[in-house]
């Protein structure tokens, strides 16, 4: 099979057991994302610190699991907000542990320590903030939405950019991605902006028509910045693709990349709106 067909039944599986995670109930959708996000940070610091301060990246991989276990416990089980500080100890502690290395050789590396819990622990946990009403009720669906809006964005980008790169060929960004095009970036715009409006015509997306196409738009071209910033730290790493895991597509953070930033600015704009 050539790639497109292997990456088309590949991500299709993918989707399929995403859906159904986010379907049922809500440690199915707890133990979905801590998979998700434990793939990615181990694909984080192997790239971008190889084999050092092993412990370290450790820890920093508990600290993230702890800080989304606070907060799903918070929202569904109404934790006090004050305890989800709790989950800066582990954080400490691999600042702490620092202190004792014995090899400072290569001590700069522990600050991609850090920067993956910020780019990657920190938005996934906040996903339990959209996985839940404000009753403490689990409801996948609205994930769901965000999911369809970014992945018809992707689509959307990849078709066009497939169909009418060569005729309309200027670049979005060479520098970081050279294979991605204005026409396609529209495209995808163009796709999510059609996937919302088709959610709130089925009634799968229930906020007001204006709001959802906002949403998604904001989203589409958040997704694409979540994309070009893993394009240009991959670039500056000499890889092309982060992991392996899922054929086709490569690793986890290849396929969430723009989830990372689609998804928190999804969410900004509905808490600013209080429809969250």
Partial sequence: MNNTTVRA????????????????????FAAMVITIMVFMLLEYYRISMGNSYAFSKVLAILSAVFLFVLLFVMQAYHLQLRFV?????????????????KDKSEYDKLSNIYTG??????????SNLIAFDKAGNFSGLLLIDFFVIIWCS???????????????PKKLFESVSPHKT??????GLFSSVLAAFAL????????????????SVIMSVAGVYGDLFESQWKRFYGVKDSGNIIPGHGGMLDRFDSTLMAMPFGAIYLAIFDLL
């Fill in 9 to 28: 039944i590949s991500g299709t599986v993918f989707v399929i057991l995403m859906v159904l995670c986010l379907s049922f109930n809500k440690f199915l």
């Fill in 85 to 101: 500080a709790l989950a800066m100890v582990p954080v400490f502690i691999v600042m702490i542990n620092s202190i004792y290395l």
């Fill in 117 to 126: 819990l910020l780019y990657i622990a920190i938005p996934l946990a906040l």
């Fill in 154 to 168: 992707d689509v959307g980008a990849f078709t066009f950019g497939k169909l009418l790169g060569k005729k309309f």
């Fill in 182 to 187: 204005w026409v396609g970036f529209f495209g």
């Fill in 200 to 215: 709130y015509e089925t009634g799968i997306l229930r906020f007001p028509l204006i709001h959802c196409l906002i949403l």
